[in-house]
């Protein structure tokens, strides 16, 4: 099975250190009042989720060639992941609620 259909984990990019070629095949999906989804409109692929008071986007780590190269920053959601996800290394890691408190500080609102 290709792994950028899946991808396991997501890789958050903001700014302008992103650059989306293609964007015109990806089928965008209003997943709340506050973010997005996106996916290939040819195959199905997950590509990214948008939290869209920011613009920042999350991306499949699946979808990048060279994944593998790049180090785990920040884990987040870490009392959400499955029992048998675990990410060895010396990383910040937040709970959903961490995450949640910490946007509410910044002024983002959820229903």
Known sequence: MCRRWAGSFYSAQTGESVR????????IYRSSEWAERAFCAHCGSN???????????????GL???AAKHAIE??????????WCR?????????GAEVIAEAEAAGFKFN
Request: proline share 4%; glycine share 12%; hydrophobic share 35%.
């Open 20 to 27: 989306i070629s293609g964007e015109g095949s990806a089928t």
């Open 47 to 61: 590509l990214w989720f948008r939290f869209l008071p920011t613009g920042g986007r999350s991306f499949s780590a």
């Open 64 to 66: 990048f060639d060279a």
């Open 74 to 83: 920040k884990e987040i959601f870490v009392d959400e992941r499955a029992d």
């Open 87 to 95: 990410i060895e290394g010396d990383h910040p890691r937040q709970t």
